[in-house]
């Protein structure tokens, strides 16, 4: 193989995937303009039910056969799927794109870091925790930041380790069609719930082609690369990658929101940030099972 080939076998799935998560975070910055209109309830619910629509066709879930001991955790995978969604939706109503996907990162982490006892594990937390003072209002005053938001996220992160874990254990083999058939089931509580508390906009006809653009830069199409980056890099190679996403969100934020955050905003972000990546860089074998790979969380 020619070393041009080589250049492009190693680029592609990275570009892929910093494609795929421009997208998701464009479909945020996206969704966030239609608040006025819709509200977060709303947006959920349009996210969330036409997504699953979209997921469905594409990978047809129905055909799957689940065990019994599979079905509890598909439900926990569906619910903590939708919870994921609703929470955040309500975070960023009060909370800059760029910190809540920061706050939310936290999950997973704490996940990956869970049982270390290594001394390098502990700078990684350290330097999260480092990041959560400075992003969050605890000990001092910092006026951007709704403290209700900053909880919202940090339960969409808490409900992406449940996501996570429950996700494994009802049918990783699955693939991508596990996640449609958890989005199926995440989409019967939390497409109702929306509705019931969206503004009155959302029953405007209009809306709906803005909701499928924001169903497939959420979901279809950043799920899609992602699976295809996913079965060309390593697993320790994804996980450092998705290590940036905070970043992403922080510059869609700025650049479609008109979102700009302070230098130890900044700083912090780049704390959990570097936190993510040290430990997915430094984790061992055995536990880069539990890298984040499922991609509805927002």
């Not at 910190?99 to 999260?128: K, N, Y």
Request: positive net charge; charged residues 10%.
């Amino acid at each position: 193989m020619s070393s041009s080939h080589v250049k492009n076998a190693v680029w592609l799935p990275v570009l892929v995937l910093l494609i795929a998560m421009t997208s998701i975070q464009g479909g945020a910055a996206l969704a966030k303009t239609l608040f006025p209109t819709v509200g977060a309830p709303g947006i959920t619910a349009l996210r969330l039910g036409l997504g699953t629509v979209i997921l469905c066709v594409i990978f047809k879930p129905w055909r799957l056969r689940f065990n019994r001991q599979q079905i509890l955790p598909l439900v926990i995978y569906g619910l903590a799927l939708g919870g994921m969604n609703y929470s955040f939706y309500l975070s960023i109503r009060t909370v800059p794109l760029g910190i809540a996907v920061a706050l939310e990162f936290t999950g997973p982490l704490v996940l990956a870091l869970a049982g270390s006892r290594r001394p390098l594990d502990f700078l990684w937390v350290g330097l999260a925790v480092l990041g959560l003072f400075f992003l969050l209002p605890i000990g001092h005053s910092i006026d951007s930041i709704d403290p209700l938001g900053a909880i919202y996220a940090l339960t969409a992160g808490a409900l992406w380790a449940v996501y996570i874990l429950a996700g494994k254990r009802a049918g990783s083999q699955h693939g991508p069609a596990t996640v449609a058939a958890g989005s199926l089931i995440g989409a019967l509580v939390f497409v109702p719930l929306g509705l019931a508390y969206a503004n009155p906009g959302i029953w405007t006809l209009s809306l709906i082609p803005i909701g499928l653009a924001i169903a497939v830069l959420s979901s279809a199409l950043p799920y899609s690369l992602e699976m295809i980056a996913l079965t060309r890099l390593p697993a320790r190679t994804f996980g450092t990658l998705m290590s940036l996403e905070p970043a992403m969100a922080a510059i869609s934020g700025m650049l479609f929101l008109g979102e700009v955050l302070t230098l130890v905003q900044w700083l912090a972000l780049l704390a959990i940030i570097t936190a993510s990546a040290g430990s997915t860089l430094t984790m061992r074998p055995a536990k880069q099972d539990i890298d984040p790979v499922g991609e509805l969380r927002e």
